[in-house]
């Protein structure tokens, strides 16, 4: 019975998933409910150009997560699943205001934090090595007293999210807030 089980699973999902498609583009996060009745999908010869502006610090009950992370990590794994290669997909996120430390490393977010590690570290790595581009806003930084060293590997110092916000919507994507 389990091995008919798993059998089926792994039949459904080669059915499922488009030619080429990949499960998750971002390890370990954004999981979403497949649906594939559904109508409006990620089409894979479209370009996909999303900006995630994650300013809000609030965190998911289950994991600890930031959302906003979580949401663009969902974004990258449904585009995937639905078989949009990496080249077509562009998503970058710009951390401000209440979110700045979820871009910290470890040490430096352990540092302020009496020992404890950065709960969002994991989905920052997971998300620099799916291709999304994670950006810091530095007028954010500044203010919040954060030096460029402290910064989680992989995080681009922007001068200011209005300005990342402003070239990226220029430059065709869409603006998604926290």
Not at 60 to 65: D, H, L, N, W
Not at 85 to 105: G, K, M, N, Q
């Amino acid at each position: 019975m389990r091995r008919t089980l798993w059998a089926a699973l792994a039949v459904a999902s080669l059915i499922l998933l488009p030619a080429g498609a990949s499960a998750q583009a971002v390890a370990g996060f954004g999981g979403f409910t497949a649906l594939p009745q559904a109508r409006e999908r990620g089409d894979p010869t479209l370009d996909y150009k999303a900006l995630y502006v994650v300013q809000d610090g609030a965190k998911m009950k289950a994991t600890g997560v930031n959302l906003g992370l979580d949401r663009a990590a969902k974004l990258a794994n449904m585009l995937a699943a639905d078989g949009v290669p990496a080249e077509r997909r562009h998503i970058a996120v710009v951390v401000l205001h209440d979110a700045t430390e979820a871009v910290l490393s470890d040490a430096a977010y352990s540092a302020r934090h009496m020992g404890e590690k950065n709960p969002d570290a994991p989905v920052v790595a997971a998300l620099i090595a799916g291709g999304v581009s994670v950006r810091i806003c530095g007028q954010a930084m500044a203010a919040k007293g954060v030096k460029p060293e402290e910064l989680a590997p992989g995080v681009q110092l922007d001068i200011s999210a209005l300005m990342t916000s402003a070239n990226l919507q220029l430059r065709g994507y869409v603006l998604w807030l926290n």
